[in-house]
């Protein structure tokens, strides 16, 4: 069982500031957490309010990671821009909502229960005609009926997270997935093929159930898209500015990035804690204990003389930092794996530098976009050991000065040269 939690872990004032501070859930629910005895009941009367009963889907694209090596990042901007907007166009034209913001290549959309299984079906197999039609990039769909907690935006729950997972780490390009739930909302008269993926039986079925792929069947009828936009992260200027340069010269791509682009240091940390066994206690303890690493993230900051600002997001237990110099910020990942280690938490830190944007949200928290996240994030979380830091690449002599050991491994058809240490 994990170990209840306490505020004393924290600042004295970080429960006195307004502003939400993990963006998807507020701080403030997070503070009636830790002020109670923190049981099963305890949790489940926190949360009845925020349950809701519909459709979770969500998506990803293949490919992707390559194509960050052969194009400058506003092209990479505007190439997953356009699966974006087909996927809300066609989801808000049947009732759809956007969940959270849709900075990177994923998406998550919210269906409400009175729209029928077949019709969304048929949305995705719609989506998935348009986005091979018009596209650069393929992309995974996976779709769940169930039970879900909406906070601030956000869609929590153990089975949001489990077909989140689906789609991110188990869909192929063009592929749709959708969960037996769903297909027990169909007539029995529906005309869609579909095909069990028994290779998930195993890692899904206590949260979802069986898994099938739909194969083909019936799609969207005299239903257009919507021209509503999706959850953008960027402002209005910029986000106009992109989808001129989707269809223009590479003087504008250049003029665009003298504008809005940066060269940053990427520290992004993944944090590990034992959260218990009950899922809305776990979900709880999750977002204390990202509470507990912003908290230290500002500490480490303001102990290196770094502005606060250098924090983009802590989500969940996931940490993006935007530093100037490379030395700076592997003394800050050093200084924030030491500081969580003392708390009995464990990381994995992912270092990269190259140019990114970073994005002020309407929320007042931001965003960041950049080939530096994907690399700094492939490192860490797809590859890395917890206790460990992990510099690409592109900083090989820091690497080589500070001691790091050099290895190569294979993530999404890519070959990756890193250093550990």
């Known amino acids: 069982m994990a170990e209840k939690l306490s505020k004393k872990r924290y600042s004295p004032h970080l429960f006195d500031v307004t502003q939400d501070i993990i963006g998807a859930l507020p701080l403030k629910l997070v503070e009636r957490w830790l002020n109670s005895e923190q049981t099963d009941h305890d949790a489940l009367q926190l949360l009845k309010n925020y349950r809701v009963t519909g459709y979770s889907v969500s998506s990803d694209s293949v490919g992707l990671t390559k194509l960050t090596q052969q194009r400058d990042l506003l092209e990479i901007l505007t190439i ?89 780490n188990r869909t192929c390009g063009g592929e749709i997935l959708i969960t037996q739930a769903l297909r027990d909302r169909l007539p029995n008269d529906h005309n869609f093929i579909l095909e069990q993926r028994r290779d998930l039986i195993d890692d899904f079925s ?80 999750q977002l204390s204990f990202t509470a507990l690493m912003k908290d230290i993230g500002l500490q480490c900051l303001d102990r290196l003389d770094l502005e606060p600002s250098a924090e983009i997001k802590v989500i969940n237990s996931l940490g993006i930092y935007a530093i100037d110099q490379p030395l700076l910020a592997l003394e800050f990942a050093q200084s924030f794996r030491k500081a969580l280690a003392e708390q009995q938490i464990t990381c ?51 690497a080589e000065n500070h001691g790091f050991q050099e290895f190569s491994t294979c993530i999404s058809a890519v070959e990756f040269r890193a250093y550990e240490g």
């Open 348 to 398: 994995r830190i992912g270092i990269d530098q190259g140019d990114v944007l970073i994005f002020a949200l309407a929320s007042g928290t931001r965003d960041i976009a950049g080939a530096a996240v994907n690399i700094a994030s492939k490192m860490a979380q797809d590859c890395g050991k917890l206790d460990k830091i992990y510099l690409s690449a592109g900083l090989a002599e820091l």
């Open 80 to 168: 997953i821009d356009r699966p974006k907007r087909i996927i809300y166009g066609y989801g808000k034209a049947i009732a759809g909502q956007g969940v959270g913001i849709w900075a990177a290549d994923n998406t998550q959309m919210f269906y409400p229960d009175s729209v029928e299984a077949a019709t969304l079906i048929a949305a995705m197999l719609t989506i998935q005609d348009e986005v091979a039609k018009s596209c650069q990039i393929k992309i995974g769909l996976a779709a769940h009926y169930g039970s879900f907690y909406a906070i601030s935006g956000g869609l929590y729950g153990a089975e949001a997270e489990a077909i989140e997972d689906v789609a991110e």
């Open 206 to 285: 206590e949260e979802v159930g069986n898994i099938y792929r739909v194969l083909d069947g019936a799609r969207l009828e005299q239903t257009e898209p919507t021209g509503d936009r999706y959850p953008i992260p960027y402002s209005e200027e910029f986000y106009s500015d992109l989808l001129a340069h989707e269809d223009q010269s590479s003087h504008l791509s250049q003029s665009l990035a003298l504008k809005y682009v940066q060269q940053k240091v990427v520290v992004l940390v993944e944090s590990q804690g034992e959260f218990g066994d009950k899922h809305e206690v776990a979900m709880f303890n």
